[in-house]
C-alpha cells in the first residue's frame, strides 16, 4: 500500500460513454498527477496539480478533463474518448511538486 | 524534448548473481528517480538522487548517479526472484522542478530461480 488508492482497478467502456477515474490520497501530500501508461510507450505525464490548482497541461486532448476538488482528490473525467486511448492510467501524489512522487495501483482502461 | 535511454531493454539473470540497469539522458539530469513496476500495476518508489556522484542504497540495491555523463546505474547484489520486474528511471524535466518528470521505457527484470 503505497497510500495512493485509484479506483475503479479495471474500465472498460464505449466511444460514447462518459466515465470518471477516482485517485485519492491519505499522505498529506499538496501536488497530485496523472500519468498515462500505453504499451510500448513510455509513461507519460498527462497533468499536474499543486494545491488544487492545475500547474500542468502536457498537450492533452481535450476528451479528457481533470478536476482536484481539495488536496486529496483526483478525478479524471472521460468522454468519447479513442480505442488509442486504452492504457493505464496512473495517479501520483508529492509532498511538494519538488518531492518524491509515489503512485496508486492504477486504472486498466480499455475502449471499446 | 529530453529523452531517457534505459538499458538492457530485458534482462534474464539466475538467482543469486549481480546485475546493472543504466539510463542515460539527452539533456542534464537536476534529479533521477527509481521505480520498480509489477506488469499491470502501479510504481513503486526505490530511490531519488539529485546531486552528482550520490549514490544510494536500499536493501540490495545500489543506485548512482554521474551528472557528467547524464546517466543513472541501478545495481541489484545477489538478485532473488522477489526482484523481478519492470524497473523504471525518471528524470526531473527541468532545474526549477515543476514535477514533471520523464520516464524511460523500462527495464523488465526476470530471475531464474
Known amino acids: 500500500e503505497t497510500g495512493v488508492t485509484q479506483t475503479p482497478r479495471h474500465l472498460v467502456m464505449g466511444m460514447t460513454n462518459k466515465k470518471s477515474l477516482k485517485c485519492e490520497q491519505h499522505l498529506g501530500h499538496n501536488a497530485m498527477y496523472w500519468y498515462k501508461q500505453s504499451a510500448k510507450k513510455p509513461l507519460e505525464l498527462m497533468f499536474v496539480?499543486?494545491?488544487?490548482?492545475?500547474?500542468e497541461n502536457n498537450s492533452v486532448p481535450s476528451r479528457f478533463s481533470p478536476e482536484c476538488p481539495n488536496s486529496s482528490h483526483l478525478f479524471l473525467h472521460l468522454h468519447t474518448l479513442q480505442p488509442e486511448d486504452s492504457a493505464l492510467y496512473l495517479c501520483?501524489?508529492?509532498?511538494?511538486?519538488?518531492?518524491?512522487?509515489?503512485f496508486g495501483a492504477g486504472t486498466r482502461l480499455s475502449v471499446l | 524534448s529530453q529523452e531517457l535511454e534505459q538499458s538492457p531493454q530485458s534482462l534474464i539473470v539466475q538467482e543469486g548473481k549481480n546485475l546493472t540497469i543504466n539510463c542515460t539522458s539527452s539533456?542534464?539530469?537536476?534529479?533521477l528517480y527509481w521505480y520498480k513496476q509489477k506488469y499491470g500495476e502501479g510504481l513503486i518508489f526505490l530511490m531519488m538522487l539529485q546531486k552528482g556522484g550520490e549514490e544510494k542504497s536500499h536493501e540490495k540495491i545500489t543506485a548512482k548517479l554521474d551528472e557528467k555523463k547524464q546517466q543513472s546505474s541501478l545495481h541489484i547484489t545477489a538478485s532473488q526472484p522477489s526482484h523481478a520486474g519492470i524497473y523504471l528511471c525518471g528524470a526531473v524535466a527541468s532545474s526549477s522542478n515543476t514535477g514533471k518528470l520523464i520516464f524511460g521505457q523500462g527495464t523488465t527484470l526476470q530471475v531464474k530461480p
Open positions: 501520483a501524489s508529492s509532498h511538494t511538486q519538488q518531492g518524491s512522487q509515489y
Open positions: 496539480y499543486s494545491l488544487e490548482e492545475r500547474v
Open positions: 539533456k542534464t539530469l537536476y534529479g
